[in-house]
């Protein structure tokens, strides 16, 4: 140990002994001085002390939310057209239950430093009003009815079907990372079975060579899957739609710039959708932040890596994800390079990346 | 020393108020049966407070250690290695494995162990024979077991902080598959193992417990105490003890269900699950999300078994200390009533996030919001208690009063989180953090210590330090909210709560001052309640003793008791009762015990 360390544990000794020979004493004087007036002397001053903490309270509510609201994505407001709705549920929400913190607060406190207690003060015998207890199981209920409202409304906006043009991604989250495919040009996801994972060559398990024993049939849908990891791409003011699961543990798929948040269940698939407002170079230039990613971060207590979980959205234009979809190249064809009609009329054709990044390793390190 | 003779000579004068209870029960007491295989009520009650409270320390260090990881994620502490070891600090930093280990253990502990155990397991054991005229539980035995069990469960526990694969580490939910797989972290294997051995026999404690403090209300109040007679804390009790007995089995089941998939290969939780280092497993067929639903099935209503008797306790004191009758005391069962109810009927909301039906969520949604109601009803009518009375501000009022602006800044933000549409966007973030713990631990905290300084009298027969009771009320309150309040800005920011570093991060690494901040603070409010233990086993032997029966002017039948009652409770025949608990003020009188007959000219309220 440093000697910092025996110096900070001194002091506090010595803060707690000082604590405690003054509360001795107090107790002591109270005793001679007669418990009466030494209780009402310290009634008074927690009466004022209620007061005083109100009033500091208060102008602390207001000095916290002048420090860190810029922090918040409050500041920036939503990335995605249904986030706009979160935003302003949330306003509304917080309009109501703040007159009522205030309200209820200041009564509290203010209510605690008058009716403290005095020789004068004849306490009023009331022990109810059905008149009053009316009125707050009603208001309350009214307020709450309000709330739900509007909250199921968005709630089954948001949980409702994607519009038929989103575009579709396959979202898995494994410890500690994710997985992205894209259907390629047939639009449909290809079949898969866990059972078939191989963590170099075949990080999802999709289907594309028989198997007697597991009863598995060549998906041709698989041929054209694209599989990529770290990083995924989306179209700005097109709805997209992700279907999500785990290849291991519970994970989560969180987007808070875009409001959304959606469990990776092992065995369940599940999905969310939403329409991307601004693209990754917009967002940076809203936020004044030269950094600025749109980071999937991973919700759900997923184990030791938990908290390195992370995958980057990238939104761009239509053309912007045309030329790069161009690029991309089906993991089936890396696997089976034989298969793959480019390779026998140009070999010297440019390295796709998908082709150059290495599968399934761990990538969240390099940030 | 000078002091002391001038704290305890006001005793001498009045030695026969406290000396008579010498008198009763002469049947043979040795050491072992009066403080450790004691079957007396008080005993008992004592044995889980204390147990609690070095849960509660525990716990709170967890805490400040793993705070000192958010806050100072790189700094050095070499310091710690040398107590702790390598296991839990390497190279001067909080290992990850470590701080997951600690962040569920602190869950664990305290939702259970200190706040269900040491909260209901302390007062309902002590106030309900005592406020409804009872001699001692309805078996005696049965809840002493239930502390054995406790006991028990708390040194599995605990030695599961020593196994070499390191305590339970995936948060205190413990959702499958990454519970159930040694494989997915090392936490899930031997820690796992003793946390459900743990939880298991936590669970039959608190059934022992629970169907005692049960049989008990419903049979062995004394003649005059109807029902509607009882003291609020009595009837938050009982309810707490129906939630308990309700939903805990299910916790139960669910535990056995893990059990199954862990160690015989069973798959109630496991489907499609390939393992990095290992492959794929045979398991088809399950549903991580069972777990879930058994496991908020208790969770929720579990809330409750930690906030009602806090709520009972707080009714009580603000009502004896604003020296006026609690308002609406009918209004009060029924919301207490409708909060039990309705905290069965919530525990989805827990799940908006997992892929649930969505119609199925927004009756959840429904449900959820539904409880604001009773809880309006509360909070106003405590308001409406301390409105024309007159206050004394004993430490355990201000507690009670603590109680009421914290369970009213929580229960707010329930209001956020109750409605899914919000709740995606703010789950498992920050702002849940500081959203339970304002409304369920710190409020449930402030309960508990409100109900220590008040009934403290009672169960030693003497009295807390006073000023280190204030001292202790305000950094408590002032720091609750500094540690607390900014947490909801990292919620509105998407901060992820179980990191271990946020710094990779670009979305939410602008918060590492606050949380330096935070981590600060929570270290000083800590330090605080070590002043509070002080006081506590200081005053045990030393505090100022009691001199009457009665010291706060309560109404309620534990006053009528010696000043150190011995097992059996009361001298004599257990008192007849003839009216409510809450006549204060009334006709001019200062109080009316519940022990007195009702006058002739008295006025009807």
């Given at each position: 140990m440093t000697t910092t360390t025996y110096l900070v544990i001194a002091v506090v000794a010595l803060i707690f002994l000082v604590i405690f020979q003054i509360s001795k004493a107090a107790e002591y004087v109270s005793v001679l001085k007669g418990e009466e007036t030494s209780r009402k002397q310290t009634n008074k001053i927690n009466g004022f002390l209620m007061v005083g903490f109100l009033v500091a309270g208060l102008i602390g509510v207001w000095y916290c939310n002048e420090v860190l609201y810029n922090k918040t994505l409050l500041a920036v407001g939503s990335a995605s057209v249904q986030g706009e709705r979160v935003d302003s549920m949330l306003w509304v929400t917080l309009i109501v239950t703040g007159i009522v913190f205030i309200a209820t607060q200041i009564l509290l406190f203010w209510f605690a430093y008058k009716y403290q207690e005095s020789d004068k003060r004849k306490v009023f015998y009331f022990p109810h009003n059905n008149k009053l207890e009316v009125l707050w199981t009603v208001v309350p209920a009214i307020a709450l009815t309000v709330l739900v409202v509007i909250g199921l409304r968005n709630w089954f906006y948001f949980t409702g079907d994607a519009p038929a043009d989103a575009m579709q991604v396959e979202v898995t989250g494994k410890q500690f990372g994710w997985i992205f495919r894209y259907p390629g040009q047939d639009k449909t996801f290809g079949k898969k079975y866990y059972k078939v994972i191989d963590a170099a060559d075949n990080s999802l398990g999709l289907v594309w060579k028989d198997s007697a024993t597991l009863n598995l049939k060549d998906d041709p849908a698989t041929h054209d899957d694209i599989v990529l990891e770290q990083t995924m791409y989306v179209v700005k003011d097109k709805p997209v739609k992700l279907i999500i699961g785990s290849r291991d543990v519970i994970h989560d798929v969180g987007l808070s710039q875009f409001r959304m948040k959606m469990d990776a269940v092992p065995g369940i698939p599940t999905t969310m959708w939403f329409t991307p407002k601004y693209t990754t170079k917009e967002m940076k230039d809203k936020t004044g932040n030269p950094n600025f990613q749109y980071e999937i971060s991973c919700d759900q207590m997923c184990g030791n890596g938990h908290y390195s979980m992370k995958g980057v959205i990238e939104v761009v234009t239509q053309e912007e994800f045309d030329v790069w979809m161009a690029k991309q190249k089906p993991k089936y064809l890396d696997i089976f390079?034989?298969?793959?009609?480019s390779k026998k009329s140009d070999t010297t054709a440019v390295k796709p990346m998908a082709a150059s990044m290495p599968a399934d390793k761990k990538i969240i390190a390099k940030n | 020393m000078s002091t002391e003779a001038v704290l305890q000579a006001p005793s001498a004068t009045h030695h026969e108020a406290h000396g008579d209870h010498h008198h009763e029960h002469h049947h043979h007491e040795t050491f072992i049966t009066k403080y450790v295989f004691s079957q007396d009520h008080k005993m008992i009650a004592k044995q889980f407070l204390i147990t609690g409270m070095v849960w509660a320390v525990l716990g709170g260090l967890m805490s400040v250690l793993f705070r000192l990881q958010l806050g100072y994620p790189d700094a050095h502490f070499s310091w710690l290695q040398d107590i702790l070891g390598k296991f839990w600090v390497e190279d001067g930093r909080i290992t990850p494995q470590a701080y997951y280990a600690l962040v569920t253990t602190h869950g664990t502990v305290l939702v259970f162990f200190v706040l269900t155990a040491g909260l209901s397991g302390t007062f309902a054991n002590f106030l309900i024979p005592l406020q409804v005229g009872a001699r001692d539980m309805a078996s005696p035995f049965m809840n002493m077991l239930s502390y054995w069990f406790f006991f028990i469960a708390s040194l599995v526990m605990l030695s599961s902080m020593f196994v070499e694969t390191g305590p339970f580490s995936g948060g205190w939910t413990a959702y499958p598959p990454l519970s159930a797989l040694g494989t997915a972290s090392p936490g899930s294997k031997t820690g796992m193992d003793l946390w459900l051995v743990a939880m298991a026999l936590f669970v039959v404690s608190s059934l022992l417990g629970g169907l005692n403090y049960i049989a008990t209300v419903l049979n062995m109040r004394t003649k005059g105490m109807s029902m509607t007679r009882m003291p609020l804390t009595i009837w938050a009790l009982f309810f707490t003890a129906v939630l308990g007995v309700l939903s805990f089995p299910v916790l139960f089941s669910g535990f056995i269900l893990l059990i199954f998939d862990r160690n015989f290969g069973t798959s109630f939780y496991l489907s499609d699950i390939y393992i990095n280092g290992v492959g794929a497993l045979p398991n088809e067929g399950g549903s991580a999300i069972l777990y879930q639903h058994l496991f908020w099935f208790l969770g929720h209503p579990e809330v409750y078994i930690i906030l009602l008797p806090a709520m009972g306790m707080v009714s009580e004191i603000l009502s004896t200390n604003a020296r006026k009758p609690i308002f609406g005391y009918i209004a009060m069962i029924g919301s207490m009533f409708a909060i039990a109810i309705l905290a069965f009927l919530v525990w989805a909301h827990h799940m908006f996030v997992t892929g649930l039906n969505p119609f199925l969520g927004s009756i959840f949604v429904l449900l959820t919001l539904l409880i604001a109601v009773p809880s309006a009803i509360k909070v106003f009518n405590w308001l409406t208690t301390l409105w024309r009375g007159n206050i004394r501000f004993t430490p355990a009022m201000l507690f009670a009063i603590g109680f009421v602006s914290l369970f009213i800044s929580g229960g707010l933000t329930g209001i956020w989180l109750g409605n899914s549409a919000l709740d995606i966007h703010l789950h498992d973030t920050y702002f849940v953090i500081a959203h339970f713990h304002i409304v369920m631990g710190v409020a449930s905290m402030f309960g508990m210590f409100a109900g220590i300084y008040h009934w403290y009298p009672k169960m030693y027969g003497r009295y807390l330090n006073n000023t280190l009771g204030y001292i202790h009320f305000w950094i408590t309150m002032i720091g609750a909210y500094l540690i607390f309040w900014p947490m909801h800005y990292e919620g509105l920011a998407g901060m992820p709560r179980r990191y271990y570093d946020y710094s990779i991060w670009e979305s939410f690494k602008q918060f590492a001052e606050l949380n330096r901040f935070i981590s600060t603070v929570a270290m000083i409010v800590f330090m605080t309640q070590l002043l509070f233990l002080f006081n506590f086993f200081y005053s045990i032997f030393k505090g100022r003793k009691v001199t009457t029966l009665n010291p706060w002017n309560s109404n309620t039948l534990e006053w009528t008791t010696p000043i150190r009652p011995g097992h059996g409770n009361w001298v004599g025949e257990i008192p007849e009762v003839h009216r409510w608990a809450y006549d204060y003020g009334k006709d001019g009188r200062e109080f009316i015990p519940q022990t007195e007959a009702v006058g002739a000219d008295e006025s009807h309220h």
């Open positions: 390079p034989d298969k793959d009609p | -």
